[in-house]
């Protein structure tokens, strides 16, 4: 008889639901203290999304269709590429040293050319297995659509094509090559199940650890062997107990890649691999340390030897919120969208992305578009169905990414006032300066 895994806390999605229902309900409409730039900006920006309405579907579809690892997302940037290059947009693929990194740059004069440089970002890699159950097609799709729509218009906007956000840290490799040194604002728009503002995310490490025994027959010789499975095992164990006792907002997890050949055999060597997740640097430095602690002590209590190895790709810092952009963002997608403030996303349903590493360097915002019921998460085989097929998401995440754009390049103030927050949030903090900070705490 086959007996299926039992699913837990049966009723939680319609309770969650019903819950961000009433926060819906009790939503006043969205209200920011800064003009931005004017309606008739606005209206224009959406008449020239809505024109790109074909290109920007084919792209997204033909994304899903073509899912690819990161760093190995050659067909995404082609395909990108070919869309801005039909608009005349000179496209460079290869940027910043990363062969499927995209850059494109539209100057123009006008009254929104103050000087200011905005960074439209787009991601493009699937998951193994299950593609683009991230919506990172969604993405590139309403990227592509905000920088056409900007770039007949305002002073300077950079499209930004950035691989291997799903693990792979490409936002980091270009920030190390400067790629956001010029920049005034970056933004881009992330699928999910309800329509935010804003977001936070959780800072990202990632430790392999392999353990390194001594061989032997299990049965003949058992007491001739250092078991490194043992090691591993206790590892484990450890880390789940440790899980008590961290925050409500910290998450370890991690699996056995490696633990042994056959049963016969002591095992000589084993391996795991773990992410560490936390809200703010300094609990990320914190849990960072004692997961490391129970790493080497595995080791210590069977007799092995560790190597531990942390950060294989870049780590990923928490995402920094800007309020007074969210703000705008808001308001671009009135009319269109319902858009619920950044608290209103509780913290344990977060995740990581390397986008808090540039929102760490210039202000930013990373916003969420709803393409999906509530209740059907991200990185799943039923959120990748909804992102087949986001036309809505799409053009609206444009709309209200071009719209902030906008308001950014027309409203002195508005940039006065962002960066004034910012900086009040600790100002520029570099992946360097972070570990640092961690080192020392």
């Not at 590429?81 to 693929?93: C, F, I, K, N, Y």
């Not at 493009?124 to 592509?144: F, K, Q």
């Not at 002073?155 to 190390?176: C, H, S, W």
């Not at 578009?369 to 609206?396: M, S």
Request: charged share 20%; aromatic share 4%.
């Amino acid at each position: 008889m086959t007996v299926e895994p039992r699913t837990p806390y049966p009723g939680l999605r319609e309770r969650r639901q019903r819950e961000l229902q009433r926060v819906l309900d009790e939503t006043q409409p969205p209200h920011s203290a800064h003009e931005g730039a004017p309606a008739q900006v606005h209206a224009r920006i959406a008449d020239r999304v809505d024109a790109l309405r074909g290109d920007l579907t084919a792209l997204a579809t033909d994304l899903h269709e073509h899912p690819e690892l990161a760093y190995a997302e050659h067909h995404a940037a082609a395909a990108i590429a070919s869309v801005l290059e039909r608009h005349g947009v000179r496209t460079e693929v290869g940027a910043y040293g990363l062969p499927t990194a995209i850059r494109a740059v539209c100057h123009n004069d006008g009254p929104g050319n103050n000087g200011p440089t905005v960074a439209v970002i787009a991601e493009y890699d699937g998951l193994p297995g299950i593609g683009h159950a991230c919506g990172h097609n969604i993405i590139a799709a309403s990227a592509v659509g905000a920088f056409l729509a900007l770039a007949e218009e305002f002073g300077t906007v950079e499209l930004i094509g950035t691989p291997a956000e799903e693990g792979g840290g490409g936002k980091q490799r270009i920030l190390d090559a400067d790629g956001f040194e010029h920049v005034d604002f970056a933004l881009m728009a992330h699928p999910g199940n309800l329509d935010v503002a804003g977001s936070r995310s959780l800072g990202f490490r990632q430790v392999a650890v392999t353990y390194r025994g001594i061989a032997a027959h299990s049965a003949t010789g058992p007491h001739l062997g250092v078991n490194a499975l043992d090691a591993v095992v206790a590892a484990y164990t450890g880390i789940a107990q440790l899980r008590q006792h961290i925050l409500p907002s910290d998450k370890v997890h991690g699996i056995i890649t490696d633990g042994g050949q056959a049963p016969n055999i002591v095992p000589e060597t084993a391996s795991a691999v773990f992410y560490v997740r936390s809200l703010e640097l300094d609990t990320l430095a914190e849990l960072h340390t004692r997961v490391d602690t129970i790493l080497r002590a595995a080791a210590d209590a069977t007799g092995t030897a560790a190597d531990v190895s942390w950060d294989n790709a870049p780590p990923y810092l928490p995402l920094r919120t800007n309020n007074t952009l969210e703000a705008r963002y808001a308001v671009a997608l009135s009319g269109r969208r319902s858009v619920l403030p950044t608290a209103a996303r509780p913290v344990e349903e977060v995740a990581s992305t390397d986008m808090g590493n540039v929102s760490l360097a210039v202000p930013a915002i990373h916003p969420i578009i709803a393409i999906a019921p509530r209740g059907v998460a991200n990185h799943t085989a039923e959120f990748a169905k909804y992102a087949a097929d986001a036309q809505p998401a799409i053009l609206d995440a444009a709309v209200g990414l071009a719209g902030t754009a906008a308001d950014f390049l027309h409203d002195e103030q508005l940039r006065s006032d962002a960066r004034a927050e910012f900086d009040r949030l600790g100002g520029p903090v570099s992946l360097r300066d972070a570990l640092a900070k961690e080192q020392t705490a």
